[in-house]
């Protein structure tokens, strides 16, 4: 039996499955569930599980065995009764011994191949806080990513957690490393491909923003703010979008940009164009600030049909430049780790 932990919103949710399919496909004679207990733990939801609940089913059709149909209700209800208790999600959001155990009083053993790694570390370093300053970035940047890029990848890189093949009962998911450059995503990039088809657009908007992204050199900036500017506050600071938007203009005739991000820094965006590089009043630029709560993922399609993508440190973005199928593409990040043509 495998089984594959699922939380998040939909970006995370999609690596985590996409990690379900490879383990599927490596142990095509087991057992395989997903599990999504999180989403049974509303207590949980201003840290984690605050986007639009569990989206796989109705966005993609997706519909796999969940762990939860393993159990007699009552026995669900009491690993939930057992996780709860547990309050994980104010101690680290250590999650992964806590449902293990919960499972294994209801008779289900697993192998937990997540450990008890504490995964959201809301913690600022000194050394992090000087590398996310101008100068520290530029340190960073030109010194020690060059030097210690690999060193940083193989750190990362979550391979022995993902392709796993083995006669154990294994809990898994939720590394999020298929989008870790040298990971080998194009084992199962295939069956990804086929899996993530979004429903066809069926709104005047975005089927003419669609129209517009495909007659020209579109370039969608997924610029990540919101809850994930801790994250991505240094990108701000320290002049990436320049950079990228910089190279992008070298490489791509005119180039047409599409601005995605979440809703209510829309109008910071458009207040900061010397962030970007870019010049409102001159450059052809798109603000797409109308795909909210269950339409969100529209954002992830139309930035899929772009022919580059700039993103930031986001697995919803990421997928967006991942799931761009144009063969010249150019995506850009901030992170020598993340799986893009290119880094600034």
């Known amino acids: 039996m495998k089984v594959v ?7 995370n949710q999609m690596l985590s499955y996409a990690e379900y399919l490879v383990i599927k496909k490596l142990n095509p004679n087991d057992s395989c569930y997903i599990e999504t207990i999180i989403y049974d733990l509303p207590e949980c939801g201003e840290v984690i599980c605050q986007w639009n609940g569990f989206e796989l089913k109705r966005i993609f059709g997706i519909d796999v065995p969940n762990i939860q149909s393993v159990f007699s209700e009552v026995q669900w209800q009491e690993i939930i009764a057992d996780v709860r208790k547990s309050e994980f999600w104010n101690k680290g959001w250590v999650y992964a011994p806590v449902i293990v155990e919960a499972f294994e009083k209801q008779g289900v053993c697993l ?15 000194p050394i992090r806080r000087f590398l996310n300053t101008r100068f520290g970035n530029a340190i960073k940047r030109r010194i020690l990513l060059p030097f210690y890029s690999q060193k940083l990848i193989k750190k990362i890189d979550s391979s022995d957690k ?9 809990f898994a998911g939720q590394t999020l490393g298929l989008r870790v450059k040298g990971v080998n995503v194009n084992f199962i990039e295939k069956e990804i491909r086929s899996e993530f088809q979004f429903p066809e657009l069926s709104d ?47 490489k791509v005739e005119d180039p047409v ?27 052809k630029v798109y603000f797409v600030d109308w795909n909210k709560g269950e339409n969100s993922f529209r954002d992830m399609q ?19 430049a991942f799931l761009n199928d144009n063969p010249d593409k150019i995506t850009c990040s901030p992170l020598s780790w993340l799986n893009t043509t290119n880094t600034f």
């Open 257 to 283: 940009f599409f601005f995605f991000c979440d809703s209510d820094s829309i109008e910071w965006c458009k207040s900061h164009p010397k962030i970007y590089g870019i010049d409102f009043n001159k450059d």
């Open 111 to 125: 192998n937990n191949y997540l450990g008890d790694a504490v995964q959201y570390n809301t913690k600022v370093s």
């Open 204 to 250: 005047t908007k975005n089927i003419e923003l669609s129209n517009i992204v495909k007659s020209c050199n579109s370039v969608a900036i997924h610029t990540r703010r919101g809850d994930m500017l801790q994250s991505n506050g240094w990108c701000y600071k320290n002049g990436y979008f320049k950079r990228a938007v910089k190279y992008i203009r070298k």
């Open 162 to 170: 993902i392709f796993i093949q083995t006669d154990e009962n294994v």
């Open 302 to 320: 139309l930035m899929a049909m772009c022919k580059h993508n700039i993103i930031t440190n986001s697995s919803f973005g990421w997928w967006g």
């Open 5 to 11: 932990h699922i939380e998040s919103g939909l970006g």
